[in-house]
């Protein structure tokens, strides 16, 4: 239950911008972005910061107002690092599909 109660925030956001993007006829191109990217954000913040406690863990420090603090900028910077990523990977998709031919996208009519 928890990972669904954790990514939902990242989901609503994520739709929130592209339904917004989609609105403002300037920002139509980049509403999958605005998508995808705080979910990327999402994932990316719990993988830094499961990798940041580990750490911690393993190397035996105390809990104090620092090592919160590392954590916390920990899993923020590998949340960036997730939007970044997802983006990247969005706009490769979105190159191959207009590499492509049309007929490959067109599904075949069955009369």
Request: glycine share 10%; aromatic share 10%; charged share 10%.
């Amino acid at each position: 239950m928890m990972p669904v109660v954790y990514i939902v925030p990242f989901a609503a956001l994520g739709v929130i911008a592209s339904l917004t993007c989609l609105v403002l006829p300037s920002l139509r191109r980049y509403a999958l972005y605005a998508l995808v990217a705080p979910v990327g954000f999402g994932f990316g913040a719990i993988g830094g910061f499961i990798v940041c406690v580990i750490l911690y863990t393993l190397t035996g420090y105390r809990q104090n107002a620092m090592s919160t603090i590392l954590i916390a900028l920990g899993s923020i910077g590998a949340g960036a690092i997730g939007a970044w990523v997802a983006v990247i990977i969005m706009k490769s998709l979105h190159r191959a599909k207009k590499a492509l031919p049309v007929s490959f996208w067109k599904v075949p009519r069955r009369d």
